[in-house]
């Protein structure tokens, strides 16, 4: 079963790749994803540190309308900080139900640098995925 997705009036440009993936690894699950009013998608690279750096973690969470599923929001996170100082804070954020999307050190994002960044990191996400860079895990209620 394909997780039918609210394709009119994304704020930022989804695309299909993305699309494909998430529904993939929500059918992979035992959840019963006609009962879910939300499903939280975890994923993470094992070997990711805040001294070796790499692939960062990244969480997409969407919930459900009333005939699909809608974009709440996509994170990635980031080590920010040195040593023991260091922690994992949100590095870009896009929350697409508020339309409010942020990038550590910058602020707020206008809507068409938020299109433009959600693209590019949308494409490096949909390459690592490729990679089999992370290891996924999808929770619902």
């Known amino acids: 079963m394909t997780i039918p997705f609210h394709r009119d009036g994304f704020t930022l440009p989804v695309c299909q790749a993305l699309l494909a993936l998430l529904s993939q690894d929500a059918e992979r699950t035992d959840l019963d994803l006609g009962r879910c ?84 990191w949308q494409s490096n996400f949909i390459a690592y995925y490729r990679l089999e860079c992370f290891s996924i895990t999808v929770s619902g209620d």
């Open 37 to 120: 009013t939300q499903l939280t998608f975890n994923f993470r690279n094992p070997g990711y540190s805040a001294e070796q750096g790499g692939v960062h973690p990244v969480e997409i969470r969407l919930v459900r309308g009333l005939d699909d599923w809608l974009f709440d929001y996509v994170t990635d996170f980031s080590y920010q900080g040195l040593g023991q100082d260091a922690e994992l804070c949100k590095e870009l954020d896009f929350n697409f139900l508020d339309g409010e999307h942020t990038m550590l050190g910058w602020g707020p994002l206008r809507l068409a640098e938020a299109r433009e960044l959600f693209d590019i």
